[in-house]
Nanobody
Framework: QVEVVESGGGLVQPGGSLRLSCAAS????????MGWYRQAPGKQRELVAEIASSRGTNYADSVKDRFTISRDNAENTVYLEMHSLKFEDTAVYYC?????????????WGRGTQVTVSS
């Protein structure tokens, strides 16, 4: 069993910054990827950024040059540094960990953390 827990969301003004953290614990011997997704009201969940052994580092076009994802492999933790935040970045941010086990990829999701960009 794998537990994924996010932290660091909150309320920030446009142009501000936030740092999200996500820790995976449990059966995390082989983490294939960790990443951040977000879901705004009335919209589908979308990839924000990920670090994957097989896919490298990927960002959504809308966050390139503003967000940076990093990973601490020793701690099974991934971070998302968000700068120059915009109103449209408002969403619930979810962390996903992909665990490689028995030749399959198993996704585990956190419960999400709210990011609100408002003046």
């Amino acid at each position: 069993q794998v537990e994924v827990v996010e932290s660091g969301g909150g309320l920030v003004q446009p142009g501000g910054s936030l740092r999200l953290s996500c820790a995976a614990s449990g059966s995390t011997l082989s983490i294939n990827a960790m990443g951040w997704y977000r879901q705004a009201p009335g919209k589908q969940r979308e990839l924000v950024a990920e670090i994957a052994s097989s896919r490298g580092t990927n960002y959504a076009d809308s966050v390139k040059d503003r967000f940076t994802i990093s990973r601490d492999n020793a701690e099974n933790t991934v971070y998302l540094e968000m700068h120059s935040l915009k109103f449209e970045d408002t969403a619930v941010y979810y962390c996903k960990a992909e665990i490689l086990w028995q030749s399959r990829i198993w996704p585990y999701w956190g419960r999400g953390t709210q990011v609100t960009v408002s003046s």
